[in-house]
């Protein structure tokens, strides 16, 4: 695989999934090692963000440090009394003011492609160098989980994380080598049912199982249907939740040295 990568020009397809996302690091942390660097990305929701830091030339560490203010939920949470969703964006907006500044999409070092959801006509929406816009507010589009995240209009659409249409963006890659990892992937399912002692947690567990479900199937038929040559990489997330972000060095290792 890595000679392939080293010889070819590829796309780097980076998946969704909250603070399982964070097992991208640890893939980037070989690619560096290796001397890889993808000729183009592609990202949904956090893998949406780890890209955009990549596209703009980060290394690995200082997006990694970047990443470790998700540790601290407060950091980036103020709740919404109002709206449709449970968290107000201000505190990631600012977040993400600092971390990509004026820049905007065609400012990228490598070409960057993110993917979000039209949450009116339901169609996808993938932002690219084409776009006029800031990579800052296509970054709040692509990780807008509908209410959980405030939706984010640009332009007047409306638009919500791209996990809605496509968590794991195969078929908006230009070449035909791509490395798509996938943190909701087979290795991100536990092979028991819930059995806590409070309904309400088995409750919650279902539902997050289900959505990863949802996702996982999503993904495997665009996979079964790719004309691409696929270089597929499932770190084994099963063990952690999408909003453990304090868990940030366990999961990052999660992604070491599956190249």
């Known amino acids: 695989m890595i000679k392939n990568l080293q010889n070819n020009h590829f796309t780097l397809v980076l998946s969704g999934g909250g603070a399982l996302g964070i097992a991208h690091l640890g893939i980037?942390?070989?690619?560096?090692?290796?001397?890889?660097?993808?000729?183009?990305?592609?990202?949904?929701?956090?893998g949406g963000i780890i890209g955009a830091c990549l596209a703009l030339e980060m290394r690995e560490e200082e997006i990694y440090k970047h990443i470790q203010s998700f540790a601290g939920i407060f950091n980036w949470i103020k709740f919404s009394f109002s709206g449709n969703a449970i968290v107000h964006n201000d505190k990631l907006a600012k977040i993400f003011e600092q971390l990509f500044k004026d820049k905007k999409m065609k400012d990228t070092s490598i070409p960057?492609?993110?993917?979000?959801?039209?949450?009116?006509?339901?169609e996808?929406?993938?932002?690219?160098?084409?776009?006029?816009v800031?990579?800052?507010?296509?970054?709040?589009?692509?990780?807008?989980?509908?209410?959980?995240?405030e939706e984010h209009i640009?332009?007047?659409?409306?638009?919500?994380?791209?996990?809605?249409?496509?968590?794991?963006?195969?078929?908006?890659a230009s070449f035909d080598t791509v490395l798509a990892v996938d943190v909701l992937g087979k290795n991100a399912f536990e092979e028991t049912m819930p059995d806590n002692f409070f309904k309400t947690a088995n409750v919650l567990e279902m539902?997050?199982?289900?959505?990863?479900?949802?996702?996982?199937?999503?993904?495997?038929?665009?996979?079964?249907?790719?004309t691409k040559h696929v270089y597929l990489i499932e770190p084994k997330t099963q063990g952690y939740k999408t909003y453990q972000f304090h868990k940030h060095q366990e999961i990052r290792v999660l992604g070491l040295d599956l190249l």
Do not use: W
């Open 124 to 132: 996808k929406k993938v932002f690219d160098a084409s776009d006029d």
């Open 154 to 172: 640009i332009e007047g659409k409306t638009y919500g994380d791209g996990f809605l249409c496509k968590n794991l963006g195969i078929s908006e």
């Open 28 to 46: 980037l942390h070989d690619m560096e090692k290796q001397h890889i660097v993808p000729n183009e990305i592609v990202g949904t929701s956090m």
């Open 207 to 226: 539902f997050e199982r289900s959505i990863r479900l949802l996702i996982y199937n999503q993904s495997k038929t665009q996979l079964e249907h790719s």
């Open 134 to 149: 800031y990579i800052k507010d296509a970054v709040l589009c692509t990780m807008a989980i509908p209410g959980i995240f």
């Open 112 to 122: 960057l492609k993110l993917i979000a959801t039209d949450l009116l006509k339901g």
